[in-house]
């Protein structure tokens, strides 16, 4: 085969559209099967910093990030009287503290993602985007991967790239079941969007973080102030009853925290109304290896490190700007591309994996008193900021530093 000239993306994610993007800039036939019916809204916030930063310039993507991107000015640790224990500005750390200096929240870089292919230039490769579609039958051999998609169409693709997420249907047709690759690290977490409730104490842009005993609530400001996205985890045992469960899912959080204050039964008692109510487990998906024959994980499908690494979007970006530049410089030569993907990407995949585990028991004390330290510590640590505590603080952000990226003209 002279080049993949045909290329299937399954999953219309961060992920999806970003190597979407880079194929089509590169002049590849691409197609994207999302299978919701339309983008998919909401998430919490992304930072961006370090290489992750540095591909979002690299794929021309800041001045759609720089319109979308939040007032984000700093995270505060409130006791359950509403009090403020301790402040992070967003400028604390060189900005790279809880709070990085670029904040978007994942609906709107998929958005930024989404217009850039909208008005990719002329020259590009030919697009095929499709909502509410989904490939039900999948068959490789050495000319192609035939593809029968739930809507009964047929195709054949050279290289099928599957950025379906964590629960990727994709992993499972193609590598085996899920269980295989993920890890359940013990706590449950969820996102949703509330009326901003009265008496938050907080000023215009910082975000309010309140442990309790075995959960976090945070609320982070909407850019407009009437809403907020309430931040929910909790550490208990893996449940199977929650899989899908919307009732079984709010019912959880009911129980973990109702009888706490701050303005969490205001959240208890928006919850059910929530527009775009997200719940999910702290997994982690571990690979030995991200392709076979001519197909390709990316992104959660692939590496997954769990919300708490704070890096599942940034992974995503930078990966699809590893897997689209490789595809694009060994057009001839897909296996050999899917080999150097791997090779660069998975040094920075193992070290933000690494100690998730820990990190989740390090944010959900499970006593009053484990809370009362955590408040002590996080104020000894804004105050004096070159305090040996700071290493506690590398388990709870992203791990990203110095990282050589590749670059591809
Ligand atoms: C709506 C939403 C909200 C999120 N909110 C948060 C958050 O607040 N905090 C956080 O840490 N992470 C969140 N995530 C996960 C986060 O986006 C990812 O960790 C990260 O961006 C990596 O993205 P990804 O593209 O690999 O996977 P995802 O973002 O999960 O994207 C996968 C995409 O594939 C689509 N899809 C699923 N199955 C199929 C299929 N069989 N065929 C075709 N398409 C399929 C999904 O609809 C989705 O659009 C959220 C994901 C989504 C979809």
């Not at 930024?112 to 590009?124: K, N």
């Not at 309010?208 to 045992?237: Q, Y």
Request: proline content about 8%; hydrophobic content about 40%.
């Amino acid at each position: 085969m002279s080049r993949p000239v045909r290329i299937l993306v399954c999953g219309g994610g961060i992920a999806g559209n970003a190597v979407a993007l880079q194929l089509l800039r590169g002049g590849t036939a691409v197609t994207v099967v999302e299978r919701a019916p339309v983008p998919r809204p909401g998430g919490q916030a992304v930072d961006l910093r370090g290489p992750s930063r540095k591909v979002a310039e690299r794929m021309g993507l800041m001045p759609g990030i720089r319109k979308r991107q939040l007032d984000e000015r700093g995270m505060v640790f409130v006791d359950e009287a509403g009090r403020q224990r301790s402040r992070m500005p967003a400028e604390m750390f060189g900005g790279e503290g809880l709070v990085a200096d670029i904040e978007i929240a994942r609906g709107e870089l998929n958005q930024v993602l989404l217009d850039e292919i909208a008005g990719r230039p002329a020259e590009s490769g030919v697009l095929d985007y499709r909502y509410g579609e989904w490939v039900e039958e999948l068959e490789q051999d050495g000319d192609g991967v035939k593809v029968r998609f739930a809507s009964g169409a047929t195709d054949e693709f050279d290289v099928v790239i599957g950025a379906d997420g964590l629960h990727s249907a994709l992993r499972e047709r193609v590598f085996g079941p899920e269980e295989r690759y993920s890890e359940y690290l013990g706590a449950y977490i969820a996102f949703f969007t509330i009326p901003t409730p009265p008496g938050t104490g907080l000023e215009t842009g910082w975000v309010g973080v309140l442990p309790v005993p075995g959960s976090m609530v945070a609320l982070r400001p909407d850019p407009d102030p009437a809403t907020s996205m309430a931040i929910f985890s909790t550490r208990v045992p893996a449940d199977p009853a929650l899989r899908g469960d919307i009732t079984v899912q709010q019912h959880l959080i009911r129980e973990r925290l109702t009888g706490y204050g701050w303005v969490i039964p205001a959240i208890l008692d928006a919850m059910p109304a929530a527009p775009d109510f997200y719940f999910d487990e702290v997994t982690r998906v571990r690979m030995p290896r991200w392709s076979q024959g001519r197909v390709v994980l990316l992104g959660d499908a692939a590496y997954c490190g769990s919300p708490m690494t704070g890096m599942g979007t940034a992974l995503a970006l930078i990966g699809a700007y590893l897997l689209a530049g490789e595809l694009l410089s060994a057009p001839a030569d897909f296996e050999r591309a899917f080999d150097r993907y791997e090779q660069i990407l998975r040094p920075l995949v193992t070290e933000v994996q690494k100690g998730t585990e820990k990190s989740v028991r390090l944010r959900h004390p499970e006593t009053r008193r484990g809370v009362a330290i955590m408040q002590i510590l996080m104020r000894v640590l804004v105050s004096r900021p070159l305090h040996p505590a700071r290493a506690l603080l590398t388990h709870l952000i992203g791990k990203q530093g110095e990282y050589p990226l590749p670059d591809y003209a």
